[in-house]
């Protein structure tokens, strides 16, 4: 059970055991600063309240909101969301989640890792103020770090839940980023089997402090693929699994990176189990809310109405046993988009999906390192702000700026553009070049991407840009 193309379902399949899983209307979203969409802004009075799409969990009967809220990426208070050191805007948050559940959002996600540790007392406050029966509650058990792994201290982490909460229990707990490190196997062992944390989970549900247990997952299909054997066999039983889902990964995932694994084969598996999938990364870490002029031009062309994001959200709701599809959101304009995306959903008919079958060709095609700007590699021990220069080569990459040819006419503009752009927005101690290769972020990276490798190439495509100096 360890190839991607064991059980594989087709897209036509796809898009069969979709059909009629929800209502079609026009759609807009603009998940992240999307300028792409030539949409007027949305203004609050026409966000619909009453025609969000909800999924029901076979397990419980819970009616889950379509859309869920992330709660990974808060508003700063300043508005500066690169500063560390920025509290977060409580005020807002709070205004944001009000909005929220007036308009039908009751899925809220967060984790005792997001916001450098600071999202579930965040959330935990702003959820307070209303009625426990109206939201669900997501929190994971994010025993990272080795100091935290053993029962004891892996206890504590899931009482403090509770506690910065503000519940008694928790709706949907996971088991956090399954499948990831060098040796996932050994990890997986470390976290949860070892020290007997799994078993003491399933106390927890069966006392009442959890009502439903699964996993998100990252990486080895080997983990995957073992914890639903134990699924098959009896030994746990999932609730729901986490997984990423977008209209790239659905096939190329693990041509992007050998250590993922297909959304295609992940679905299947979890769809012939009848486990309710969450959706993470529909916008795989917003690039496909931001990509090059060329295929921007493309989708205008294909519907000159919807923003490129739109897209993606449409296409990772509409599978059947999809319970929620899951979205950062830190400003307002952001969630009224993605309410009204969902509410309510416009499935992605067969053509539709034939046409980003050929936009993820394309897209595989740019090469660009596959970051999501979760910042679990930060922060690095040496300073370097690695989300920053990530996004910083991606979004040139997207541009055209990555000229390496002096003699290609736009060098001398690509040049400037990459070099300015560079230093403004990643300050130059905490540029690629400071990189000592000590790997501390690689373990850290859900998508396993091999950092110090990386940032070695950028360093080394700067330099070559510094050095060779064009004169006009």
Same mark, same amino acid.
């Given at each position: ?273 009848? =486990? &309710? @999938? #969450? ?10 809310? +931001?990509?090059?002029? %060329? ?90 702000? =690695? &989300? @920053? #220069? ?10 055209? +700026?990555?000229?390496? %040819? ?67």
């Amino acid at each position: 059970m360890n190839s991607d193309n064991k059980h594989n379902m087709s897209r036509r399949h796809f898009l069969k055991v979709a059909g009629g899983t929800a209502v079609a209307s026009s759609v807009v979203l603009a998940a992240c600063n999307n300028n792409d969409s030539g949409n007027a802004a949305i203004a609050p009075e026409d966000v619909p309240k009453d025609k969000m799409t909800y999924r029901t969990n076979p397990n419980t009967g819970d009616r889950v909101s379509l859309l869920g809220y992330g709660m990974m990426r808060l508003p700063l208070e300043g508005g500066d969301q690169a500063d560390p050191n920025a509290a977060i805007d409580q005020e807002l948050v709070n205004k944001e989640i009000d909005f929220a559940i007036e308009h039908g959002v009751n899925y809220f996600d967060t984790s005792p890792a997001y916001c450098q540790g600071r999202s579930e007392k965040a959330t935990g406050i702003a959820l307070h103020r209303h009625p426990r029966n109206k939201y669900y509650i997501a929190t994971k058990l994010s025993n990272f770090d080795p100091s935290t792994r053993s029962l004891e201290e892996s206890q504590k982490m899931f009482y403090n839940s509770l506690k910065e909460l503000q519940v008694d229990y928790i709706d949907y707990m996971l088991l956090h980023a399954v499948g990831g490190g060098e040796d996932a196997i050994e990890e997986f062992n470390n976290r949860f089997m070892d020290n007997g944390l799994l078993d003491w989970l399933v106390e927890q549900k069966e006392a009442g402090k959890i009502r439903n247990l699964g996993f998100s997952y990252h990486g080895d299909i080997a983990i995957f693929d073992n914890l639903l054997a134990w699924h098959d066999e009896g030994d746990y039983h999932w609730d729901f699994v986490q997984i990423e889902l977008n209209y790239v990964d659905w096939k190329h995932a693990k041509e992007i990176n050998e250590d993922n694994t297909n959304a295609e084969y992940l679905y299947d598996e979890l769809k012939k189990r009848d =486990i &309710p @999938a #969450i959706i993470m990364e529909p916008l795989l870490g917003g690039r496909l809310a +931001n990509m090059p002029n %060329d295929i921007v031009a493309d989708m205008k062309r294909r519907d000159p109405n919807s923003s490129i994001a739109s897209w993606a959200f449409r296409y990772a709701g509409t599978p059947e046993g999809v319970l929620t599809v899951l979205s950062g959101m830190t400003w307002m304009d952001h969630l009224m988009e993605n309410i009204k995306t969902y509410s309510p959903l416009k499935p992605i008919s067969p053509e539709e999906d034939a046409f980003l079958s050929k936009i993820a060709d394309k897209i595989v095609a740019l090469h660009d390192i596959p970051c999501n700007d979760c910042k679990y590699c930060m922060p690095c021990p040496y300073g370097i702000n =690695i &989300p @920053a #220069i990530f996004v910083h080569y991606n979004k040139c990459l997207k541009e055209g +700026n990555l000229v390496r %040819d002096e003699k290609d006419s736009n060098y001398k503009r690509a040049r400037k553009a990459f070099l300015v752009g560079y230093d403004y927005s990643v300050p130059r101690l905490r540029q690629a070049n400071h990189c000592i290769g000590c790997r501390k972020c690689v373990s850290h990276c859900p998508q396993e991407i091999d950092i110090p490798k990386e940032l070695e190439k950028i360093d080394q495509f700067v330099e070559q840009l510094k050095q060779s100096d064009p004169k006009d």
